[in-house]
């Protein structure tokens, strides 16, 4: 049967900040979390779908330790806000999970393509912001999600970061997915004192997919989502990768989680793509993000 949410252990006394929590596969993370005893806080853009979140998780589990805090990962000043009030408390746990999916070109509020500037950026800054905390508590863990997607790109484009030249929403979402993939596995080797894992949850039937393909306006598009609800797994089940990097003792910094069938099926270790462990790729995009964000990694 594989490894599932009931071999989570008991997290009480563990404080876990999982991004874009409100829906999805965030949703999910957080839920189990809260379920298995963490203070678990909800780190979401909207404050009406943080608190419906809030409310769920709440009544699913009575009890539950379960907070939230507002953050915009489009918005380096929020990103600030927010660790600012956040990293007073030593913290277990930064699940790096909210972003955008395959959106028409936009740019954030600091100027940054929309895709880039929210998956990689703005977790870049929150965890550079948030270090000082997790460094407080022995066996601190950094879980980036990323995607099969990444896979859509054969490198990181860094003549183009913004997508200024040449922009397909698609394309620029498996960058952005791959910067996801890269930064973990460079993370672990530059901060030693924090496991830096990712994950990607296969191919999972969320909010995240279905608003892209409503948004796109394109037939074949939409067709292809309704199809491959068919073969995708829940988002429950889409979350299990996540939550296996975040709470396995047996997980360690550098390794990387996602289904057993690439697509679906129960969490295992996997490869994804082979520019995750270029370190020359590595000190590229972490060079590049303390200039364009102004964190810097002590």
């Known amino acids: 049967m594989g490894w599932t949410a009931a071999d989570i252990p008991d997290l009480a006394g563990r404080r876990v900040i999982v991004t874009g929590a409100n829906s999805g596969i965030g949703l999910k993370t957080a839920l189990e979390l809260a379920r298995h005893g963490a203070?678990?806080?909800?780190?979401?853009?909207?404050?009406?779908?943080?608190?419906?979140?809030?409310?769920?998780i709440?009544?699913?589990?009575?009890?539950?330790?379960?907070?939230?805090?507002?953050v915009d990962l489009a918005d380096l000043s929020s990103v600030r806000a927010f660790a600012d009030a956040q990293v007073k408390e030593p913290l277990d746990v930064l699940i790096n999970n909210g972003g955008v999916m395959a959106i028409p070109r936009a740019v954030t509020a600091d100027g940054f393509e929309r895709q880039f500037g929210t998956n990689h950026l703005g977790h870049f800054a929150l965890t550079g912001l948030l270090l000082p905390a997790l460094l407080r508590r022995e066996g601190g863990r950094v879980v980036t999600v990323t995607s099969l997607m990444s896979n859509a790109a054969r490198s990181i484009d860094f003549?183009?970061?913004q997508g200024e030249r040449n922009y397909s929403k698609w394309l620029a979402y498996g960058r952005a997915k791959l910067a996801n993939l890269v930064f973990a596995k460079e993370l672990g080797r530059r901060v030693p004192g924090v496991a830096s894992l990712a994950a990607h949850p296969g191919?999972?039937?969320?909010?995240?997919?279905a608003s892209s393909a409503k948004s796109s306006g394109s037939r074949a598009e939409a067709v292809t989502y309704t199809l491959g609800r068919v073969l995708a797994q829940s988002g429950a089940a889409g979350a299990l990768p996540t939550l296996?990097?975040?709470t396995d003792p047996a997980a360690r910094g550098g390794e990387c989680y996602g289904p057993r069938l690439l697509a679906r099926g129960a969490p295992v270790r996997t490869a994804l793509h082979p520019r995750g462990d270029d370190p020359e790729h590595g000190r590229r995009l972490w060079e590049a993000s303390e200039e364009l964000t102004g964190v810097h990694y002590p």
Do not use: F, H, Q, W
């Open 39 to 56: 203070d678990t806080v909800l780190a979401c853009r909207s404050a009406e779908r943080g608190e419906a979140a809030l409310a769920g």
């Open 58 to 70: 709440a009544k699913a589990v009575p009890g539950a330790r379960v907070s939230l805090g507002i």
């Open 159 to 161: 003549t183009d970061l």
């Open 203 to 209: 191919y999972a039937d969320t909010e995240l997919t």
């Open 244 to 246: 296996r990097a975040a």
